[in-house]
């Protein structure tokens, strides 16, 4: 499509040379005949002329496209562009006056014809002036349109990157693993988890990251996420959930409690062979939302770059919506955990 | 073909045992949970195969690998990292994504030969810093002592395996490996020409250019194994 559009916009350029140069043409050998008459080397003078007026703008076109000249059209550019004119037109009346003092033949023809020659000057310049201008016009108008189209598409690319990041791939072909034994070992089950990994995949794929949601919406989905775990952690998961009913109407961002759960399974219990507890309390304190998610395992000073990774893309989302009234800490609990604890600012 | 399993997930485990019913040459010896009780089935089974998960609590995949004295055959089961078993350049029998597809199954056990039945070492886990390799034995042309460590010469590399080069050789079959000094044992399999040394002492040299002086006692034990 791309290319049938380059392929549109040459034919478009190689016609209005035509017609452009041609129409020129045209009204400069209408004139002269009057006086003239049907002379056959000055329709060969014209024919001429035509054909280096259209080499001479190619060439100028070409120039300016290499130069870069209209991708960020400033005034100096553009007044650049048009300035070419003048040496432009300069170079077609010296080829005017040439083919015109061979065919005449005359001694005096300088100084007979210099009127002639300056309003010669002036017409094509005119002209030059005309073309450069029609020309930066419509080429700079296609470059923001072509600009526009790639600067679409680089947008949304970085949208579906981001959407990749957001389901675990691991998570994702484990969980399918694991429904695939389910669906001998208890069909009944299977279901159900079809239909839970079907919820968390809808919500990966719908939620908008510019829009909050209730905290209870997000925990019905963190639910889903953690029965899907269930089913391959089995009893290396042991769950606690308390939320409370103040809590669950305030905004978040969607993904928070999700991203949060997550990281706490992957470094946290996902490491320990007898598995761990993990914790969700949510709470609220004059507005302030405190979320936390508290699990077995131990924070070290070299926490992997993952984990921080992790931790990162919470508090740069965090940033966006809130700037420094929210915060996301990790510290060490007691008896061997892990206390993830985000805080999120009433929005008046 | 005795078969252990090796993965932290039940429902995982129950699976591949079941996918595995379609195959009756392949027993399976028994599952473990995780890396540690792979070691302790490997070494009281000792397996012709392991099905391995990469990603465990505890010991991963290559953990278990590195602490295995002698490697079974190998063919992973992994979920989403196959980008690593590449990245590692293990060159293991093969790599099953899960959920596994039957016929990937098969093809992968396809490939699986019986062990020969000696006690002997037939291949090696080396992990060198980010990079492993499952060497087979034929492949190494000279095995060099480091005080506890033995390096391991094959195909251009030289990493260290953390095992005593006397306690290597008890494993290894004499027909192939031979002792040349105190510090340096080589694959005759490998010996592209022999030279009389300075001290009266046979030099070998290996295919790849590499020269291996012998000690006197063992020249000698060297002619009689040549001229035969």
């Known amino acids: 499509m791309i290319l049938s559009v380059a392929m549109r ?65 400033s005034f100096r550019t553009v007044a650049l562009a048009l300035l070419s004119a003048v040496p432009l037109s300069a170079l077609q009346t010296l080829l ?46 296609t470059l923001g349109k072509e600009k526009q189209v790639r600067l679409e598409l680089a947008l949304r690319e970085a949208e579906l990157r981001a959407l990749e990041a957001q389901i675990n791939p691991h998570f994702l072909f484990n969980c399918l693993n694991s429904i695939r034994g389910l669906v001998v070992e208890d069909p009944t089950k299977a279901q159900d988890m079809i239909t839970r990994f079907a919820t968390l995949l809808r919500y990966n794929l719908n939620h908008d990251a510019r829009y909050t949601v209730p905290l ?87 926490q992997s770059g993952d984990t ?3 931790l990162n893309n919470i508090r740069e989302r965090l940033r966006l919506l809130y700037g420094d009234r929210a915060s996301l800490a990790l510290r060490n609990g007691e008896g061997g955990h892990v206390v993830a604890t985000v805080q999120i600012p009433k929005v008046p | 073909m005795k078969a252990l399993i090796v993965d932290d997930e039940r429902l995982a485990r129950t699976e591949l045992r079941r996918l595995l019913a379609q ?18 089935l490997a070494a009281q089974l000792s397996p012709d195969l392991l099905l391995l998960d990469v990603q465990m609590p505890g010991l991963t995949g ?41 016929a990937r199954l098969a093809a992968a056990l396809a490939k699986v030969r019986p062990r020969t039945g000696s006690m002997r070492l037939e291949r090696v886990f080396v992990r060198d810093g980010d990079r492993c390799w499952i060497v087979a034995l034929p492949d190494i042309f ?43 044992i080589l694959n005759l399999k490998w010996i592209d020409k022999v030279d009389l040394g300075v001290a009266g002492g046979l030099s070998v040299t290996l295919r790849g250019g590499r020269t291996v002086e012998m000690s006197r006692r063992q020249s000698g034990r060297l002619r009689e194994i040549l001229s035969l």
């Not at chain 1, 120039?63 to 059209?73: M, N, S, T, V, Y």
């Not at chain 1, 914790?279 to 302030?288: K, L, M, V």
């Not at chain 2, 195959?23 to 302790?40: T, Y």
């Not at chain 2, 290559?62 to 990245?87: G, M, N």
Request: aromatic share 12%; charged share 20%.
């Open chain 2, 62 to 102: 290559f953990d278990l690998l590195e602490r295995l004295d002698d490697v079974p055959q190998v063919i992973f089961t992994t979920a989403y990292d196959a980008y690593a078993i590449k990245a590692f350049e293990v060159n293991a029998l093969d790599y099953l994504m899960k959920p596994i597809a039957p």
């Open chain 1, 96 to 141: 005017v006056v040439a083919t015109d003092f061979a065919f005449s033949g005359s001694q005096s023809y300088f100084l007979e014809q210099l009127p002639g020659i300056l309003w010669t000057w002036l017409g094509v310049g005119a002209m030059d002036l005309y073309w450069i201008g029609i020309y930066s016009l419509v080429k700079t108008r």
């Open chain 1, 308 to 310: 921080q990774f992790g």
């Open chain 2, 23 to 40: 195959h009756p040459e392949v027993e399976i010896a028994g599952e473990a949970r995780n890396g540690e009780e792979a070691l302790a």
């Open chain 1, 9 to 73: 916009n040459k034919i478009i350029y190689r016609c209005w040379q035509i017609v452009f140069w041609g129409g020129y043409m045209s009204v400069l050998f209408l004139q002269t005949k009057r006086y003239t008459g049907w002379q056959p080397h000055i329709v060969f003078d014209y024919l001429l002329f035509f054909g280096y007026c259209v080499a001479l703008t190619d060439l100028l076109r070409r120039e300016i496209l290499r130069r870069g000249w209209l991708d960020a059209a």
């Open chain 1, 216 to 302: 209870s919406a997000e925990a019905e989905v963190v639910a889903d996420y953690l029965a899907l775990e269930k089913v391959r952690f089995e009893d290396r998961l042991r769950l606690q959930v308390a939320i409370d009913p103040a809590a669950a109407s305030l905004p978040v961002p969607p993904m928070i409690l999700q991203s949060l759960v997550e990281n706490a399974l992957k470094h946290g219990i996902a490491r320990l062979p007898q598995g761990g507890d993990l914790q969700i309390r949510a709470a609220a304190r004059n507005g302030t939302l405190i979320l936390e998610v508290e699990n077995t395992g131990e924070l070290t000073d070299s």
């Open chain 2, 142 to 184: 000279l095995l060099e002592s480091e005080g506890n460590y033995t390096r391991v010469c094959f195909n251009g590399q030289r990493p260290l395996i953390r095992r005593s080069l006397n306690a290597l050789e008890s494993q290894l079959d004499p027909a192939v490996f031979f002792r040349a000094n105190r510090k340096e």
